[in-house]
């Protein structure tokens, strides 16, 4: 059988622990012709120094680093490899593994975007067939990268994702088939939990999670789509890059039979009022950037406008004024096209 390569892409910022518990997950995955890439976004805790304590501490091989340049700035890399000594020879499945990894370390948090754009160019460095995005606090089925590849295979198809579940319970699913409602600038991730356990071939989706999307390189490197738009820094990437795709009229495939497990909001804690600035200011963008028509710009203008009075006027009798003074943050820097990271967060 023939296995295409495949460079996963995993993006770290203060998420060691789940890092390596990703890791540990990858080590078991039957697909045999992969490489794995960490990017770790400027962490502000030891997180780069312990995924490379980690990988050295397992690896009875050596640790070769050199610099990678992206956007003028020399990037730090660390390439593990095997050596010839009889303690390596005892470890052989386990050289194998770390032999696979490279860790990027980058000089600034470019959020979501930026630093997994920082993998997708380092990694075509090495003319992969398949790019696979995954998010760190993921862990995955063995078989998931299998049935991955056998999706996108054959087909002219740019990207699949896989059955994606919530984590611990492993039994309600967190993303299936993408539903885009442009009236109201959403991707709906609705529970189809009994019916993806029915579907056995793959189906189109509207669009794609960043959490799990593998992506076609060379189909989208000739439409010049293999890069995620920086401007949003944090939050509805995914979408945008997912629009672009749809309108060059490419596929992007749910892929019922590949399962992973997602810690929900382990990146970003759910009442963190950072998601109210971004959330808001990035939806305003996605659709300036994506909308269809007028008429879907016109009408979802008016739903937002309604609906972030009814969620001001929730958070002012509950005293949740930081979610306030961060909705409106967000509302002026779209305004004012301050994109990317928030400043306030900038150095």
């Known amino acids: 059988m023939n296995y295409p390569k495949v460079n996963i892409i995993l993006l770290n910022y203060n998420g060691v622990k789940d890092t390596i518990e990703c890791l540990e997950s990858l080590r078991c995955i039957t697909y045999p012709n992969y490489n794995i890439v960490v990017v770790d976004n400027n962490s502000t805790d030891e997180s780069f120094l312990n995924i490379d304590n980690w990988c050295k501490n397992q690896l009875s091989g050596i640790r070769k680093v050199t610099n990678f340049s992206y956007k003028k700035d ?114 709906l991730n609705i529970d189809y939990t009994a019916m993806a356990k029915s579907l056995e071939k793959p189906i189109k989706t509207d669009f794609l999670t960043g959490c799990c999307m593998l992506l076609n390189t060379n189909l989208l490197k000739d439409q010049d789509l293999l890069k995620l738009d920086e401007d949003y820094f944090l939050y509805y990437e995914d979408d945008d890059f997912s629009a672009k795709i749809r309108n060059h009229n490419l596929d992007l495939l749910f892929c019922p039979n590949s399962k992973i497990y997602h810690k929900v909001s382990a990146s970003v804690g759910k009442t963190n009022p950072i998601l109210s600035y971004y959330f808001t200011r990035n939806r305003l963008l996605f659709m300036k950037k994506n909308s269809p028509n007028i008429i879907y710009s016109v009408t979802f203008n008016i739903f937002f406008i309604i609906t972030r009075l009814v969620r001001l006027t929730q958070w002012l009798i509950s005293g949740e004024y930081d979610n306030i003074k961060m909705m409106l943050k967000g509302f002026y820097d779209y305004y004012f096209s301050n994109f990317g990271k928030y400043e306030s967060d900038k150095k």
């Open 74 to 187: 020399n990037l730090k890399v660390h390439e593990y490899n095997q050596n010839d000594s009889e303690k390596s020879k005892k470890k052989i499945g386990v050289n194998d593994f770390f032999s696979k990894i490279t860790l990027i370390k980058s000089n600034k948090n470019l959020g979501f975007a930026g630093g997994n754009n920082i993998g997708i160019e380092y990694s075509l460095k090495f003319n992969s067939d398949y790019i696979l995005l995954l998010n760190n606090d993921t862990l995955v089925e063995n078989n998931f990268l299998d049935h991955l590849v056998e999706c996108l295979e054959g087909n002219n198809s740019a990207a699949s994702a896989p059955a994606i579940y919530k984590y611990p319970e492993k039994k309600k699913i967190w993303f299936y088939k993408g539903r885009r409602n442009w009236y109201k600038g959403l991707g």
